[in-house]
């Protein structure tokens, strides 16, 4: 396998790459969702067709060796944290604007209607 992942048969501009991780989508709406990854790549920051800027991370399941793709998007209803040794290696917050108060806001109120906490 190449270094360098391919979506669409285009070479992913890197700005990350790294081996065993966890990939972490901190949603607004559904909370803290974890993806154990074999390997993964972080793209540069770039615009998308409905966001001025989004990143995508492409990772590999451990199990399956099966290629997945992440995206955050400047929407601030999630952004996306890589953890290696339970380390945070790449937050997408450094590259793609999240309005954390907005955030906060959207996952309180759905927190509340699941009777979860925040």
């Known amino acids: 396998m190449s270094d360098r992942p391919t ?7 890197l700005q990350l790459a790294g081996d065993h991780g966890v990939v972490v989508q901190h949603c ?3 909370g803290r969702l974890e ?4 390997r993964y790549w972080v793209g540069r920051p770039r615009p998308d067709a409905r ?5 995508a991370v492409v990772f590999l399941d451990p199990r399956t060796a099966r290629r997945a793709t992440v995206t955050a998007w400047t929407d601030s209803r999630r952004y996306l944290t890589i953890e290696t040794g339970g380390r945070v290696v790449y937050d997408s917050r450094r590259d793609v604007t999240c309005d954390m108060a907005a ?6 109120a759905h927190a509340a209607r699941e009777g979860s906490p925040a």
């Open 7 to 13: 979506a669409t048969g285009v070479e992913v501009d």
């Open 28 to 30: 607004a709406v559904f």
């Open 35 to 38: 993806t154990p990854v074999g």
């Open 51 to 55: 966001h001025p800027t989004s990143v």
């Open 103 to 108: 955030w906060t806001a959207t996952r309180r």
